[in-house]
């Protein structure tokens, strides 16, 4: 195996991907805390079909084989995702990026991947656009490994909980939200 792929890469997304996403969407450890499938297959086939540079998916590889998912796009680009935040007191600087993410065998997590991810996911942001001035996550306050897996790649939680929408049902209304700042 090639030197460069060992460890955790990112890779962007190709149309070969998306039957592996569509089993990764549909694995119980992500529709525990990731509703709405079908919306999410969409957004990545849409993104095979009209490839746009402020909504990047990428593939994440473990020693070369796939094992995770990263989309990375700017809030103000997505109606859906900025009133998400703002009718809900969070304030989203123009220019804000945000992701969704997920590793896809749940006997591949609580190993250090996904932090390793999102350090990876965060210096692509900043090199696609040098402009953005954060990157701004909601996560469910049940959600612990998605939220220690951020504040260990350097991630911030603003101060107290937020009361959004759950995502999926039954779940409660609080959630936390992480920002990494460029500047
Ligand atoms: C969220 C997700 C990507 C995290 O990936 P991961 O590889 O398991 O994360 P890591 O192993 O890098 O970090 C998990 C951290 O949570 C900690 N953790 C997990 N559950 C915990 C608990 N119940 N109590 C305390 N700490 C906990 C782990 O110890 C680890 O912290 P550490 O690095 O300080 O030891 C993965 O769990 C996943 O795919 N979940 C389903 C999809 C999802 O929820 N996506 C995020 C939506 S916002």
Redesign the pocket.
Known sequence: MAQQQLGVQLRPMTAEDLPTLDEWFNEP??T???GNVAARLEAAKQAVEHPRWDDQHDMVTLDGEPA?YVRRFRVHEFADRLARFTDNGVDVPKGAWTF????GDSS?????????MLMQAVERTERDDPSAPCIL????QD????W??MQ?AGFMNLPGVYDLPPLVEGQSRNHLVLRHNFR
């Open positions: 450890h992500v525990k805390h990731w995770g969704d993410f997920l590793i591949a997590t609580q190993r250090g991947i996904g932090r390793r996550i909601p996560v469910h959600n612990v490994s998605s220690k897996a260990g």
